[in-house]
């Protein structure tokens, strides 16, 4: 069971916006920075979001990540078939000493 | 263009011991964390290991303390991940990461390593 909590599945159909949250607590989200990955069938994690809100050069701005507290939301405009797969948010955990992933939430575009 | 490359892995009995490696090319190896993350068959991404610049700090997982060791060679920007003790519940794929602060920034294609009689 993760310390950081996502919805298993989440869905829309090609052009609507979509947002995953991710929920976590004080020793990780509340007090470091998220960051979102997108993982595809077959292929390695790819990094869309970092410093909460931050993207990396390549991934267009239809993905955007904001964050709250102890909870963070990624968000996915113009929703594309190609963007069904996997997401998952992360962070540092002050307690753990470690990396801390969400359990990752299912995106099915309809 | 940033490349990582793991090579090691494969079968191996529970108890056996495995080592994964990991080559780094495209950036400086050096000026930057290195990571091993798992997936287990049907189950989401799971962070085993981090290893800082100059490998003075690791840190692991709890299920693997005392089990895996985490180290790196900055002169042939090598990332190592030694295994020993395996149990049936390591079986995954193991993805070698570059760090973006403490978090992945680039992945490695990943490599498989299954523990089964």
């Known amino acids: 069971q993760s310390v950081v909590t996502q919805p298993p599945s989440a869905s829309g159909t090609p052009g609507q916006r979509v947002t995953i949250s991710c929920s976590g607590s004080?020793?990780?989200?509340?007090?470091?920075?998220v960051s979102w990955y997108q993982h595809l069938p077959g292929t390695a994690p790819k990094l869309l979001i970092f410093?909460?809100?931050q993207r990396p050069s390549g991934v267009p701005d239809r993905f955007s990540g904001s964050k709250s507290g102890t909870s963070a939301s990624l968000a996915i405009s113009g929703l594309r078939s190609e963007d069904e797969g996997n997401y998952y948010c992360?962070?540092?955990?002050?307690?753990?000493?470690?990396?801390?992933f969400g359990g990752g939430t299912k995106l099915t575009v309809l | 263009e940033v490349q990582l490359v793991e090579s090691g892995g494969g079968l191996v009995q529970p108890g056996g011991s495995l080592r994964l490696s990991c080559v780094g090319s495209?950036?400086?190896?050096?000026?930057?964390?290195m990571m091993w993350v798992r997936q287990a068959p049907g189950k989401g991404l799971e962070w085993v290991a981090s290893?800082?610049?100059?490998?003075?700090?690791?840190y692991y997982v709890d299920s693997v303390k005392g089990r895996f060791n985490v180290s790196r060679d900055n002169a042939d920007n090598s990332l190592l991940l030694q295994m020993n003790s395996l149990r049936t519940d390591d079986t995954a794929l193991y993805y070698c990461?570059?760090?973006?602060?403490?978090?992945?920034?680039?992945w490695g294609q990943g490599k498989l390593v299954t523990v089964s009689s």
């Open positions: 990461a570059r760090g973006l602060g403490l978090t992945p920034h680039y």
């Open positions: 495209g950036f400086t190896f050096s000026s930057y964390w």
């Open positions: 290893i800082n610049q100059d490998g003075s700090e690791k």
């Open positions: 004080s020793s990780n989200i509340g007090s470091k920075y």
């Open positions: 410093r909460n809100n």
């Open positions: 992360a962070a540092w955990d002050n307690s753990l000493s470690g990396v801390v």
